[in-house]
């Protein structure tokens, strides 16, 4: 019986040889499949009998898999309006279809906020992801900023901000200085957005998300339980491009 994912056995894999793995783990993740970590030195003569015991789990994720890249590179997925709405701005979107080999994103913020995507519109993933590169364009000229505006605000330091996109961490701070954001947080309410600043620089103070870090939180914050747990549900609620832009 062939696998459900539609593929044969055992299915293509990756694998990342870890010094520090104390086994074999799988997962299974959007860019690349199943992907096996191995520790070094590993004998990888026993990866099909691995693989063997975790058949049905493997044909289900692979066959979910599937399912979710379907849904995420049909036509429809390309938006003809992203809201930044912590930056309160809302940008149109227009298409040119050309050739696979020119595609070009292009931006202007006046007289209105406009993005032209110009290529081949039927390489969703591949439209998806330059409009990804535009967040992150927008992101560096807009969230500096905020940062400066509250650290003033809060009187909490930082050294330099670093803007990145990630599916599902939206910021950090090293014990350098640096505030990490994840450049999706535009996409967010203002108020989370906010949150996820105020989150990072309150590290300056604590590192670890003890007591005393939450105190200081609430201070800056006094939502900040609340705003917390919409957080945490709105990886999920992203805009199915940025989401397609992974794939």
Known sequence: MAPPHGGPWPPPYKIKENARAKRVTLRIVPEAGLVLTVPR????????????????????GLAGLDARRSDLTRADVLPQRIDLRAAGTVWT?????????SMEIS????????????????????????????????????????????SRETGLSYTTVRIA??????????????????????????????????????????????????????????????????????TDRLPAWYRASFW
Not at 41 to 60: K, M, Q, S, V
Not at 118 to 135: A, E, N, T
Not at 209 to 214: E, R, T, V
Request: aromatic content about 8%; overall charge positive.
């Open 93 to 101: 979107v227009s298409y040119l279809d050309g050739p696979p080999e």
């Open 41 to 60: 030195g590993f004998d990888r003569r026993r990866l099909p009998r691995i693989l063997d015991r975790h058949r049905r789990w493997i044909e289900e």
């Open 165 to 234: 996109t990630q599916k599902t961490r939206w910021g950090s701070y090293s014990t350098r200085g640096t505030v990490s954001l994840n450049a999706a947080i535009l996409l967010l309410p203002r108020e989370l957005a906010r949150l996820v600043i105020v989150h990072e620089l309150c590290h300056s103070r604590h590192l670890r998300h003890d007591a005393a870090f939450w105190n200081l939180v609430a201070r800056h914050e006094p939502d900040c339980r609340r705003l917390d747990a919409e957080l945490n549900r709105a």
């Open 107 to 150: 931006w202007r913020h006046r007289p209105e906020p406009r993005i032209r995507l110009y290529g081949d519109l039927s390489q969703v993933p591949v439209c998806c992801r330059l409009l990804r590169r535009w967040l992150r364009e927008e992101a560096k000229r807009v969230l500096p900023p905020w940062v400066e505006e509250l």
